[in-house]
């Protein structure tokens, strides 16, 4: 397929010759997570038992909708929760993690983010932007990542001690910063050392871009509650929007309570149509990340035959959807970004610029062109630009369109003189 794909782009000899290269050091990459991962979504699916019925819907206040019933219902097995609460009107990742957070921190209570700094948008609705929780009474720190990318347990069961009622925030994916994801398994030492010492603490993750990477979720290993977006890993490309929290199910009503009025909480909320396409979305959302995956697999390969650092190195277990690759220059992040651009099967024409993005302090390049916008299971990418200059490429819905993004992406750096390295 390289091949072909090299041939029918007019990609280089030199860059045709690294891709295959890359290809064979990627070609025996097994994805045994996948296949468990396959198996748990099937067997909720059998379990639910979900009617064609079932996915009409409805529309007004959403009583006793059926598609949203079965859609919370599935969302629960999978992730081992008691409950969960997915909605169109929850609109990003970030509301709903912020709408968590809100709900389970109140007034007079610590917020401890023990993954380090959030990533720039979270951190913004948390501590800077008008209304904002550390500006309505609840006091917020952060614990850094050692320098090994582990959690510092001692220094969170330090502050947990001092701050006695809090809550405890966990970032699992990379973000938009040069850190390492969190592997569930990590997540499994840090949540049993930290109820150890505080029972009584809820944890609550951002499980943005993790979603089905790996055979076990945050609350499978003692995570209170997970949030994300429904229009990237679970929404299978296929989901038009949407996010979601799953848990605890007193953890799960008050964030409900929150989200939209005390005594109503999860009765309401229609999904107009649309939950066919959700039930669907997650019926597919296994096979779409292990696509994507692969895909990630052969551009980090790539670049690093071209001579580029990567996080993760090809092969090497992932436990989200992002791929961090440093250009090491913002000339070669506007590159990276423009030749991506030209893969995409909606807005291919478009010339990504850097602009403001609210919560940043730096200028943000994008590349993106989704059936449904600002889904990142669809091929696309972020980079700030500040040092070190990383550019993050995400998602990817078919290995061969993820194969040539990062082609194309390459051979616009290669067209630079003096860009790509070797």
């Known amino acids: 397929m390289i091949g072909e794909l090299c041939a029918r782009f007019e990609i280089s000899a030199r860059l045709r010759d690294a891709a295959l290269q890359a290809q064979r050091r990627v070609d025996d990459v097994t994805y045994d997570a996948q296949r468990q991962v396959s198996a748990n979504v099937l067997y909720a699916f059998a379990q639910e038992g979900i009617a064609e019925s079932d996915l009409h819907g409805s529309t007004g206040y959403g009583y006793d909708d059926a598609a949203r019933a079965a859609y919370e219902s599935l969302l629960a097995r999978i992730f081992g929760a008691e409950r969960a609460l997915a909605r169109l009107s929850i609109v990003s990742g970030t509301h709903a993690i912020v709408t968590a957070l809100a709900a389970c921190t109140p007034p007079g209570s610590t917020l401890l983010s023990i993954s380090g700094r959030p990533y720039d948008t979270l951190r913004n609705a948390l501590c800077d932007a008008p209304h904002a929780l550390a500006r309505e009474g609840v006091t917020y720190r952060e614990i850094p990542l050692r320098d090994d990318g582990e959690v510092d347990v001692p220094a969170v069961l330090e502050a947990v001690a001092v701050a006695k009622d809090c809550t405890i925030f966990v970032q699992r994916s990379r973000g938009y910063a040069p850190r390492r994801s969190l592997t569930v398994d990590q997540c499994a030492r840090t949540f049993a050392a930290v109820k150890s010492a505080a029972a009584n603490a809820p944890i609550l993750v951002d499980n943005c871009y993790g979603e089905l990477v790996e055979p076990q979720e945050p609350t499978h290993v003692g995570a209170d509650l997970v949030m994300g977006s429904l229009i990237k890993n679970l929404g299978g490309a296929i989901a038009p929007a949407g996010g979601y929290i799953a848990g605890r199910g007193d953890l799960v009503e008050r964030v409900a309570a929150r989200a939209y009025a005390p005594g109503l909480g999860a009765s309401l909320g229609p999904t107009l149509g649309f939950g066919r396409a959700l039930v669907q979305g997650l019926f597919f959302a296994p096979l779409v990340v292990e696509q994507c995956l692969r895909g990630l697999d052969f551009a980090a390969a790539l670049f690093e035959q071209l001579g580029y650092r990567v996080d993760p190195s090809p092969g090497q277990p992932r436990t989200d959807i992002v791929q961090a690759i440093a250009l090491e220059s913002p000339e070669r992040l506007l590159r990276f970004a423009r030749g991506l651009q030209q893969a995409m099967p909606i807005n291919a024409r478009f010339r990504p610029q850097p602009g403001p993005v609210p919560g940043y302090a730096q200028p943000v390049v994008m590349s993106s062109g989704a059936f449904v916008a600002g889904a ?39 067209d630079a003189a003096g860009s790509v390295k070797g």
């Open 376 to 414: 990142t299971i669809e091929l696309s990418c972020d980079a700030p630009l500040r040092p070190p200059y990383e550019v993050y490429l995400q998602g990817g819905v078919t290995y061969a369109h993820a194969c040539l993004g990062a082609l194309l992406a390459a051979r616009s750096l290669e």
